[in-house]
């Protein structure tokens, strides 16, 4: 159902009217059909399902797991530095989508 | 791997390991919908890293598992024609039908290939032109713009000797089924990510809504899944509900749109029968009438057929989360990926093969027995 694997796209080809990729994971090399993300370019990585490239991934977006995870970063360090005893919580912080996104309401 | 090893790494793992400990002040039963997802969980033993107030319920997220034993019959009867090509992902293989299956098929002499993708059988079924190709296209919604594709081609190029036996399923009505059960008990959503890359995430915010049940729709490396289940956990403590997108590289709020056309070009929306489940309203799709041509089930109408489900077998409650693979008292005794009672212990994505296959509650190591 979800076994979709990230691989970078190094060539464009056509092959019976289907735009068709070659992609590279990580050294293994595969024919991959890219009608599904026909604006995608050489160089980007995209996820793969069944020999078909379903997304090109955000590489922008990607990078937000880290950026959060640095900020725990930051704020166990002022933690540790504060000797009062007094609690942080570390709860506060929140790497949520923009409300557009995240319709969310409390019960 | 880029998009992959780093989503791996263990300090990383060990900071949200510790951020879910500090957020979570209460009981919370969270069910992941993918068996892609519960591989993973499993695998890294990401359930185990979790404080006890947390449990893990493994969805129906196993599209192969939930295919009916009927049509697994009908696959068989089909594959075993002489004139056949039958093709199918390669964890198909194996499933239990109610007397055989399409491996035994195949050392019987029946022509059952695996292929990787769709378009492999289109290859086959022209440079065979006087042989039926027969695609067992199962798969939830993640797998259907790729079949969709492979259908809409054999059209367009005249390929004829080319059809599909249609096992298509759909999450949302599954959870809707789910969470309307008298039995329920499952508080929070790990949507499944690849799915909603084909998608989007529109369909869930009723649900969301309805049950009021905070949906974190989340990838499969297990820094993934460990932020999503922070996500999940975050909104259950705070009473919230609502839909966020953990997976945010992989899925965009509005999907696949040239997924979303083929898809409706070449299906539409059934009844379907989920094996174990029974029938959900909706729930899954078949070949539009533009399409119908290729449709297997009428190009080789099969009848007579007596359906024998496996009396040990308790896949059904495993896949709607009332049972873990290791209460089965069948698990690793009588059923093994070797000799299977039913699906789940030999798809890719079944419950009781991760399990088994990572070496869960056989005696070998003190995992928590939760």
């Known amino acids: 159902m979800c076994l979709g694997i990230p691989g970078k796209l190094i060539a464009t080809f056509e092959d019976r009217g289907m735009l068709m990729g070659k992609i590279d994971f990580g050294g293994v090399f595969k024919t991959v059909c890219l009608s599904l993300v026909p604006e995608v370019a050489v160089g980007q990585y995209v996820i ?22 640095e900020y725990m970063d930051d704020l166990d360090e002022l933690q540790s530095d504060e000797s009062n005893g007094c609690e942080l919580g570390i709860v506060e912080m929140d790497r949520e989508t923009p409300i557009a996104d995240n319709q969310e309401t409390s019960t | 791997m880029r998009f992959q090893e780093e989503y791996r790494d263990p300090a990383a793992a060990h900071k949200l390991r510790r951020a879910i400990r500090a957020a979570t002040t209460e009981n919370w039963t969270i069910m992941e919908v993918c068996g892609g997802q519960t591989h993973s969980i499993v695998r890294y033993g990401i359930d185990e890293l979790l404080p006890p107030e947390i449990e893990l319920v493994h969805g129906p997220g196993c599209p192969v598992c939930v295919t009916p034993l009927e049509l697994i019959d009908k696959a068989l009867a089909i594959a075993s024609r002489d004139e056949v090509i039958f093709c199918s992902f390669g964890d ?52 259907a713009p ?23 399923v759909l999450v949302p009505p599954a959870l809707k089924a789910i969470l309307s059960s008298s039995t329920n008990r499952i508080q929070g959503i790990l949507g499944a ?7 989007g995430l529109e369909e869930y915010f009723p649900l969301a809504s309805m049950f009021r049940i905070p949906i974190v729709v989340t990838g499969f490396e297990p820094i993934d899944l460990l932020e999503g289940i922070l996500r999940c956990v975050r909104m259950l ?38 094996r174990g489940i029974g029938l959900i309203p909706d729930s899954g799709y078949r070949l539009s009438p533009a399409y119908q041509h290729f449709d ?7 009848s007579d057929l007596e359906v024998l489900e496996s009396d040990g077998c308790m896949s059904g409650q495993i896949l709607q989360g009332n049972l873990k693979p290791h209460e089965c008292p069948a698990f690793g005794k009588q059923c093994t990926p070797d000799h299977p009672l039913g699906a789940t212990m030999v798809s890719s994505e079944g419950a009781c093969a991760a399990y088994f296959n990572y070496g869960r509650f056989l005696g070998a190591s003190p995992s928590s027995s939760r």
């Open chain 2, 146 to 168: 790729a079949n969709a594709m492979a259908v809409w081609q054999a059209k367009l190029r005249g390929i004829d000797n080319f059809s599909v036996l249609v096992s298509h």
């Open chain 2, 237 to 274: 403590e705070r009473g919230a509900s609502g839909v966020e997108n953990q997976y945010a590289r992989g899925v965009k709020p509005e999907g696949s749109l040239a997924a979303q056309r083929v898809i409706a070009e070449v299906f539409e929306i059934t009844d379907r029968k989920w």
């Open chain 2, 92 to 143: 198909m293989l194996r499933v239990p039908g109610s007397r055989s299956d399409l491996f035994e098929v195949k050392a019987g002499g029946g022509d059952v290939r695996i292929v990787y993708s769709p378009l492999d059988c289109l290859k086959l079924a022209e440079h065979n032109p006087e042989r039926q190709v027969v695609f067992f296209a199962v798969g939830f919604e993640t797998t």
């Open chain 2, 193 to 199: 990510g690849h799915v909603c890359s084909v998608m």
């Open chain 2, 296 to 302: 297997a089930e009428l190009r080789f109408p099969v």
């Open chain 1, 48 to 69: 793969v399902h069944v020999g078909f490239a379903l997304h090109i991934i955000d590489e922008l977006e990607a990078q937000q797991v880290f950026a959060f995870l």
